[in-house]
């Protein structure tokens, strides 16, 4: 099992790569106005997310949610602690403005993901359905309502979008 579980490692990495690529793409199709493109890239990319997710299954990866939220917890602490300090310094070093400032959007919001995990983790029953409203520059997470200004990247309101609700399967 060792070589087919490496393997699994893999693919799920290679699948979700692809996934968030092929939805760049899309985006890019879409900003050219080129429909036919934008929705064959939105349909490869969806296969790619059911192939990631299959492979996930086999590695045992999706557990109770309480133990999902708990490996989400301490995911989180690791990128804000540890893996963006280090590489904002790094590209600080090299002197890559662009990085560094993504880097460093990141960091901040892993924070705030970190935050949402917890308060979900403590009566995972109860946590209630709220809107939530995304920075489409940087990835902040406004609870209710989009604010009038990103508190990470200074994006004005209308750069935020609403997170649909689930969507049935």
Avoid: W
Avoid at 46 to 69: F, Q, V, W
């Amino acid at each position: 099992m060792a070589k087919t579980e490496n393997n699994l490692k893999q693919a799920f990495a290679g699948e979700s790569q692809a996934y968030q690529r092929y939805l760049a793409y899309a985006e890019r199709a879409a900003d050219e106005y080129k429909e036919g493109v934008y929705k064959l890239f939105q349909a490869v990319a969806e296969s790619e997310r059911i192939h990631a997710r299959r492979h996930l299954s086999y590695l045992k990866g999706i557990r109770s949610t309480a133990d999902n939220l708990r490996e989400a917890i301490d995911g989180e602490a690791l990128e804000f602690e540890r893996m963006y300090p280090r590489m904002v310094a790094e590209a600080r070093e090299e002197k890559q403005e662009g990085p560094e400032i993504s880097f460093s959007h990141a960091k901040e919001v892993e924070k705030l993901h970190h935050k949402l995990f917890e308060e979900a983790l403590k009566d995972p029953e109860k946590f209630p359905v709220r809107d939530y409203f995304i920075c489409n520059a940087c990835g902040y997470i406004a609870v209710g309502e989009a604010p009038d200004k990103c508190p990470v990247c200074g994006a004005v309101k209308k750069g935020f979008y609403n997170v649909v609700s689930v969507k049935s399967r």
